[in-house]
């Protein structure tokens, strides 16, 4: 009798513990990074450097499986295949009812695209995947420009950091100090998309041209923008919601505060707040006021907390045993309480680099995510900061106000945008 083989699984990281309940066609949990190159994508060749790529990241061969108390990630021996791009963006990858791989990869002109279901890895992880099949497409592609010299990619965490649970790790079962009250956000309200679309506003200007500007207020880029975004956000707040503050959620990277180089979630959110009533509304008060909140948070006591916090309901034995529907249920309300005490997100992956050998061959990298409100991603490459908003309103008039904004401060901007069938 031949041996039945024993299945590989891994438990999902704390972070993702909260994606599979709160998934659906308003918010399906999927972001997508995006390398623009300078000629036409080979499907064979890209195929090529995905079956290279997969190698590295063990996890992204796992379907997620539910059991009586968790979802758990279990190795699958689905091959990805590369497909031409005919999906609109961040559609579904995980389906309770059908068990596929959680990441898609695809091409449509000169195109990569990579989109991951968040419970596998966050943007970081995503990140340095899509720079390694870049990385591996590059080279397959045009070999005769590297016979004197071969690249190498900075990326060379081992499979074993690539697979690390760094919430796990770094939990140090420590008692948080009590958090401060939840406060209810002011909600984005508008006519939504049909069929669960989202729109897609891309504005794309000079790095230097935009830090130029940000240093004269002596600030980060990240305050920077978050202050236009909630400026922008408040110029359409109706006069009976003026109470309701503007709150911000914005993730953190917490590989940047803890020694990781995990391929899987490590990221922790902050929220900041400033409510237009109360204060002045002046564009350097709220810069002044979110550099308090930033200082605030971010620091390792703090981050710390949300470690634990994130860790504590895997760590609660009377928690650990109840039925994984009873689960989904808990983090169904949890959600929806955090849902309510946001407006926005504000999410800044940063300077994304490449190889000086491979950048001859690449335009350009953006990001997006999927949202049933209003979500800004910021990422830089080369010469060029993208600012990209995606949105499940019809209405553009907050990203038209934040885009308003930064032009009216001298800044050059290419404003792109997908178009909505129906619209």
Known sequence: ?????????????????????????????????????????????????????????????????????????????????????????????FNRDKKDLLFRVMYHKSRISVEIYHALSDGTGALQFLRTLVFHYILLKYPDAFKDNVPILDYDASKTQKMDDSFSRYYTNKKSIKNKKRITAYQIRGIRLPEYRIKVIEGVMPVDDIMQIVKS?????????????????????????????????????????????????????????????????????????????????????????????????????????????????VLRIANNIVDKSNTSTLSNVGKIDMPAEIKPFISSFDIFVSTNKLQACICSYDDKLRVSFTSAFISTDIQRRFFRTLTSLGIPIDIITNKIDDE
């Open 1 to 93: 009798m031949k041996k039945r083989k024993t299945a590989e699984w891994s438990k999902l990281d704390n972070a993702a513990k909260i994606f599979p309940p709160n998934s659906k066609k308003s918010d399906t949990k999927v972001f997508r990074f995006a390398c623009k190159l300078k000629e036409q994508v080979d499907k064979d060749v890209l195929q090529k450097a995905l079956d290279i790529t997969i190698e590295a990241f063990p996890l992204y061969k796992s379907i997620i499986k539910s059991g009586l108390f968790w979802y758990y990630f279990e190795k699958s021996e689905i091959k990805p295949m590369v497909t031409e791009e005919n999906t609109p963006p961040c559609s579904p990858l």
């Open 217 to 329: 207020y002596n600030t980060s880029l990240t305050i920077f923008l978050a202050a236009i975004l909630m400026c922008s956000i408040n110029e359409e707040i109706a006069i009976r919601h003026k109470k309701s503050p503007v709150v911000l959620s914005i993730p953190v990277n917490l590989r940047k505060y803890f020694n990781s180089e995990t391929a899987r979630n490590f990221f922790g959110v902050i929220s900041v707040d400033y409510n237009f009533s109360d204060y002045s509304g002046d564009f350097v008060d709220v810069i002044n006021h979110l550099e308090n909140c930033f200082k605030e948070n971010l620091t390792p006591e703090k981050l710390s907390q949300r470690i634990n916090l994130l860790s504590s309901l895997e760590h609660n034995y009377l928690l650990r045993i109840i039925p994984l529907k009873i689960k989904d249920i």
